[in-house]
Nanobody, 124 residues
């Protein structure tokens, strides 16, 4: 059974940075593509970033391109989301998700496993 645990959320001022991490256990991490999603208050869950199982391919939603970087360490079974130049509209609960296979998806329905989420709050 796959388990995902996120770390690194918190309160930060606009323009600041945070790095989220997600620890994977229970299966072979390198056989899973990973995604980061977020849900802001009153909004639906949205795709933020994804990374292939090798780490060679990544993708981002338009609103975070150039500010966020997704990466993974297959030796440490961990995926990261480095968030720079944070804006108040980035405030949300952030979730990591895993899908078995080489490539990530932007649709949440494609992911089989989810973490519990970590709160990110950006103050203006």
């Amino acid at each position: 059974q796959v388990q995902l645990v996120e770390f690194g959320g918190g309160l930060v001022q606009a323009g600041g940075s945070l790095t989220l991490s997600c620890e994977f256990s229970g299966r072979t991490f390198s056989r899973f593509a990973m995604g980061w999603f977020r849900r802001a208050p009153g909004k639906e869950r949205e795709f933020v970033a994804g990374i292939s199982w090798s780490g060679d391919n990544t993708g981002y939603t338009d609103s975070v391109k150039g500010r966020f970087i997704i990466s993974r360490d297959n030796a440490e079974n961990t995926v990261f989301l480095q968030m720079n130049s944070l804006k108040p509209e980035d405030t949300a609960v952030y979730y990591c998700a895993a899908t078995e296979g080489s490539y990530f998806y932007t649709g949440a329905v494609e992911y089989d496993y989810w973490g519990q989420g970590t709160q990110v709050t950006v103050s203006s």
